[in-house]
């Protein structure tokens, strides 16, 4: 199943695509939640209803309820929390390290509002994210799948010249990616994606192989494969939910898929040819994400009206 969230006016609502057209589930079905959150909250319920009301709409029962020129938004414009693994230097860890990503700036497609200070080295990391639609806790990896309501795309939108500027006072840079994180279009529940499932030696749970490509200004600038992530969701899970409460709703990044970055072409580049200049995001650069199974995902880089300096030396 592929859901979305659609504006109905200014509001999201839950849909459902159904042989490329687009549905309100609970226009069709009031047992199902109006929203994706509501959705997700309704745990195994909602997907029962949701399952038995796609094949009624597959058969035709509701052809005339299918939505046009409708502007499809973040699958979930407002989830409960944001949790992303960080992929550098994994190996011989023997278990997946992550931080809190502001979940307040989850978006979808359009324009990602960015500062003026942002646009030193601006940059962005796919990743592919888990959506939880259980409640949980201490969850082991073994189980950990059963957790998971769906899959989507995921970008995080990062400053390297604010990374650039705290990296001799913490490992981690929240302030460089606190911005925006762009998601969706479709949020892919793991049984569409059945035949991208793979084994990962020595891991536990789903693995994925899906091609994945990053386009800069219509160039193809990287080509990936989400089968390089170093850990599973239920791994990731299992590590999370270790005395933490998970909720329907949150947001578990796979952290950077490999290769998935400027930074990291830029380096590339530069091994190959030591006078290449480095590649960066400017103000109305359009940029284009497309993963195996999950979609297209088009955002452009835009500068904010505000003029507010993030440091002395610039006011």
Known sequence: MKFVSYLDVDSPRLGIIVNDQLYDLHNINPFISETMLGFLQQENQGMDFAKITIEEIANGQYAQKSLDDKVITAPLPNPKSFRNCINKNVKGLPFPIWNFGNHHAVGGEGDVDCMQYHFGKLDFELEIAAVLNKEG??????????????????VTYVSRGIQDDEQNFVDTSAKSMDFSVTTGPFLVTPDELDEYQVTKEGHIGKHYQMEAECIVKGEKVYETNTIHLPWTFA???????????????????????????????????????????????????????????????????????????LTDDDS
């Not at 189980?143 to 795309?153: F, T």
């Open 137 to 154: 806790r201490n969850i082991r990896a073994e189980h950990a799948d059963y957790y998971i309501g769906g899959i989507m795309m995921l």
């Open 235 to 309: 791994e990731i899970i299992e590590r999370v939910s270790y005395g933490a409460t998970l909720y329907p709703g949150d947001i578990i990044g796979s952290g950077k898929i490999q290769g998935a970055c400027l930074k990291d072409v830029n380096e590339e580049n530069k091994r190959n040819d030591e006078a290449y200049e480095d590649q960066w995001l400017n103000p109305n650069d359009e940029v284009m994400f497309h993963v195996q199974g999950l979609g297209e995902l088009r955002n452009k880089a835009s500068l904010s009206a505000a003029e507010i300096s």
